[in-house]
């Protein structure tokens, strides 16, 4: 099964002591829309693509750099040597299907490379925030995850877990992406928002302001929010200007 | 050409599968497509054309193709051209449900270890391209070249744009080319009705890529005919 995750690596990299940022395909796109900041304000460089069956097939062209040639598809990685982090884009739903098989190559592929933790970026409907004058943003995180103390520091919620079994609706393949995790015994944090489909680029920033208080890869000194670039293929995406012919 | 008013959603909003209500692995998690015949190929496919949609189906007279391989499920046909000089395939597919978009490609894998060239033409609503430009010509072509195909191409057809993306089979067809490092070309065809029939640089394009000489006049549909006003 795993031979049908291919992977495709542009160049050689010591990925041990690094962080994985990964987007859950969830409500909103925030995750990915999260990721498509940190990618395009930190200018990482594209260390692989992956072709996999259990995800739906999108392609064009860089989506960072409208002058581009290079194609970019459904999964790819990128690194920041700066900041010892690496962010698996993702940018297409996973087939359920193929979805366990997928997740699970990923993370044996991150754990030969030797990465420190991973944090997983998600979204859940709004309408399931129970405590509504909380913030809307909640964690949750393994019990070998080494980010305890800012999150205790930072006085966040913790997601609510009333079942027997683990679920953040709306948000995409979070939870089995956690359970995989635990079972091969490595730290992960979850961070998710409650929102609703609309215009989520402010949710993506709100997202990327939170990630950097426990993983601080911008400037904490400085307004987060200057230090951050939408990426060239966020223009357009409520479609094209007004005709000028309706006037 | 005026497209105010229209609801364009990102395509990836409407396709993901809601998984908050799959609790058991459902029964169909294990069905997978297949082939109706044994897939067998001796020989290297010159040039290997996937028409993906309805439309383009009613441009390929297929009466005088032969038909090597099929799945009904999907409505995927592959048939063989034979000429003096090349060996082409040409497949058509239509009315596929998107999630199942990886999966065909795994079934059209063993024909690409074969193949020199891979094109794919697809047509998709004017709506769903995304330009800065007012006017927009009635049919727009563009295409997305695998690295290998890039400085490679005969084609004079210019790239597409970002942020405009192509999805689907196609899709997932040149990816796979170019994770191969092998040619792969897809152009879409940016069209105001996808199921008009004369659309002159479309014909044109299939003429110059030589599946053209089959072309049907028009469509032998309804609403075409003089039956209705």
């Given at each position: 099964?795993?031979?049908?995750?291919?992977?495709?690596?542009?160049?050689?990299?010591?990925?041990?002591?690094?962080?994985?940022?990964?987007?859950?395909?969830?409500?909103?796109?925030?995750?990915?829309?999260?990721?498509?900041?940190?990618?395009?304000?930190?200018?990482?460089?594209?260390?692989?693509?992956?072709?996999?069956?259990?995800?739906?097939?999108?392609?064009?062209?860089?989506?960072?750099?409208?002058?581009?040639?290079?194609?970019?598809?459904?999964?790819?990685?990128?690194?920041?040597?700066?900041?010892?982090?690496?962010?698996?884009?993702?940018?297409?739903?996973?087939?359920?299907?193929?979805?366990?098989?997928?997740?699970?190559?990923?993370?044996?592929?991150?754990?030969?490379?030797?990465?420190?933790?991973?944090?997983?970026?998600?979204?859940?409907?709004?309408?399931?925030?129970?405590?509504?004058?909380?913030?809307?943003?909640?964690?949750?995180?393994?019990?070998?995850?080494?980010?305890?103390?800012?999150?205790?520091?930072?006085?966040?919620?913790?997601?609510?877990?009333?079942?027997?079994?683990?679920?953040?609706?709306?948000?995409?393949?979070?939870?089995?992406?956690?359970?995989?995790?635990?079972?091969?015994?490595?730290?992960?944090?979850?961070?998710?928002?409650?929102?609703?489909?609309?215009?989520?680029?402010?949710?993506?920033?709100?997202?990327?302001?939170?990630?950097?208080?426990?993983?601080?890869?911008?400037?904490?000194?400085?307004?987060?929010?200057?230090?951050?670039?939408?990426p060239a293929s966020w223009k357009l995406l409520f479609g094209g200007p007004t005709p000028k012919d309706i006037y | 050409m005026s497209l105010f008013g229209e609801v364009v959603e990102p395509i990836s909003r409407n396709i993901w599968e809601d998984w908050d209500e799959i609790i058991i692995e459902r029964d169909d998690s294990n069905s997978k497509l297949h082939w109706d015949n044994e897939v067998v190929i001796n020989k290297t496919i010159d040039s290997f054309y996937l028409l993906d949609g309805k439309y383009l189906k009613q441009f390929v007279n297929t009466t005088h193709l032969q038909l090597i391989n099929t799945v009904k499920e999907v409505n995927l046909n592959i048939y063989e051209i034979h000429t003096h000089t090349h060996n082409k395939y040409i497949c058509t597919i239509m009315d596929y449900n998107l999630i199942l978009s990886s999966e065909i490609v795994q079934l059209l894998q063993p024909y690409f270890e074969f193949c020199?060239?891979?094109?794919?033409?697809?047509?998709?609503?004017?709506?769903?391209?995304?330009?800065?430009?007012?006017?927009?010509?009635?049919?727009?072509?563009?295409?997305?070249?695998?690295?290998?195909?890039?400085?490679?191409?005969?084609?004079?057809?210019?790239?597409?744009?970002?942020?405009?993306?192509?999805?689907?089979?196609?899709?997932?067809?040149?990816?796979?080319?170019?994770?191969?490092?092998?040619?792969?070309?897809?152009?879409?065809?940016?069209?105001?009705?996808?199921?008009?029939?004369?659309?002159?640089?479309?014909?044109?394009?299939?003429?110059?890529?030589?599946?053209?000489?089959?072309?049907?006049?028009?469509?032998?549909?309804?609403?075409?005919?003089?039956?209705?006003?």
């Amino acid at each position: 099964m795993s031979q049908m995750h291919l992977w495709k690596f542009f160049y050689e990299s010591d990925l041990s002591g690094y962080t994985l940022v990964i987007p859950s395909v969830a409500v909103g796109n925030v995750g990915q829309l999260a990721c498509d900041l940190l990618i395009s304000s930190l200018k990482m460089k594209k260390l692989a693509s992956v072709y996999s069956p259990a995800l739906i097939p999108v392609l064009g062209y860089d989506p960072y750099d409208l002058k581009s040639t290079n194609l970019s598809c459904s999964c790819e990685v990128y690194q920041c040597e700066s900041k010892n982090i690496v962010v698996l884009q993702i940018r297409a739903p996973l087939v359920y299907k193929y979805a366990r098989s997928f997740l699970e190559n990923v993370i044996s592929t991150f754990m030969t490379k030797q990465i420190k933790n991973i944090i997983l970026l998600t979204s859940s409907y709004a309408h399931e925030n129970k405590l509504i004058s909380t913030s809307p943003f909640r964690y949750l995180m393994t019990d070998n995850c080494s980010y305890e103390e800012e999150i205790k520091k930072l006085n966040w919620t913790k997601h609510q877990e009333d079942q027997t079994r683990l679920r953040i609706y709306g948000g995409g393949f979070a939870t089995m992406f956690f359970e995989i995790c635990k079972e091969n015994l490595l730290p992960c944090l979850i961070l998710y928002k409650f929102c609703s489909e609309g215009d989520n680029s402010p949710d993506a920033y709100d997202m990327v302001h939170n990630l950097n208080k426990v993983l601080p890869v911008f400037n904490q000194d400085k307004d987060i929010f200057s230090q951050l670039l939408p990426p060239a293929s966020w223009k357009l995406l409520f479609g094209g200007p007004t005709p000028k012919d309706i006037y | 050409m005026s497209l105010f008013g229209e609801v364009v959603e990102p395509i990836s909003r409407n396709i993901w599968e809601d998984w908050d209500e799959i609790i058991i692995e459902r029964d169909d998690s294990n069905s997978k497509l297949h082939w109706d015949n044994e897939v067998v190929i001796n020989k290297t496919i010159d040039s290997f054309y996937l028409l993906d949609g309805k439309y383009l189906k009613q441009f390929v007279n297929t009466t005088h193709l032969q038909l090597i391989n099929t799945v009904k499920e999907v409505n995927l046909n592959i048939y063989e051209i034979h000429t003096h000089t090349h060996n082409k395939y040409i497949c058509t597919i239509m009315d596929y449900n998107l999630i199942l978009s990886s999966e065909i490609v795994q079934l059209l894998q063993p024909y690409f270890e074969f193949c020199k060239n891979v094109l794919t033409v697809q047509c998709i609503s004017m709506s769903e391209y995304r330009t800065n430009q007012l006017n927009i010509q009635p049919c727009l072509i563009r295409g997305i070249y695998t690295s290998k195909a890039l400085n490679t191409s005969e084609l004079d057809i210019p790239k597409l744009e970002q942020p405009n993306i192509l999805s689907g089979v196609p899709a997932g067809v040149i990816t796979l080319r170019q994770h191969l490092d092998q040619m792969g070309i897809a152009l879409i065809c940016y069209v105001e009705y996808t199921e008009d029939y004369q659309i002159e640089e479309l014909q044109k394009l299939l003429h110059k890529l030589e599946i053209g000489s089959n072309i049907q006049k028009g469509p032998s549909i309804v609403l075409n005919s003089n039956l209705y006003i």
